[in-house]
């Protein structure tokens, strides 16, 4: 839907491939698909790819928590006395 008005801004796309994307699209509706009865199958497709876009969610949100702080440098150090080889 968005190709024609971009190809009539930018103009030619050259060296441009859809096959990562429309590959993507073709796994998610087989997996979705054979996750149903095979009866009134898009409520059940629908319902799976947003099960499992929330899953996808919570998986890397647990990850963020789960990595240190990259961003302030190295985590907190209890105060005491020096530690060898530290």
Not at 12 to 32: G, P, S, V
Not at 57 to 66: C, G, T
Request: glycine share 6%.
């Amino acid at each position: 839907m968005h190709y024609g008005p971009s190809i009539t801004l930018f103009g030619m796309t050259d060296n441009y491939n859809t096959e990562q994307t429309e590959h993507l699209h073709i796994d998610f509706t087989k997996e979705a698909y054979c996750a149903t009865n095979h009866k009134d199958e898009l409520p059940q497709m629908t319902t799976w790819l947003c099960w499992h876009e929330k899953v996808q969610q919570h998986l890397a949100l647990v990850r963020l928590h789960q990595e240190p702080d990259q961003q302030h440098g190295p985590s907190v150090k209890t105060i005491g006395p020096p530690q060898p080889g530290a």
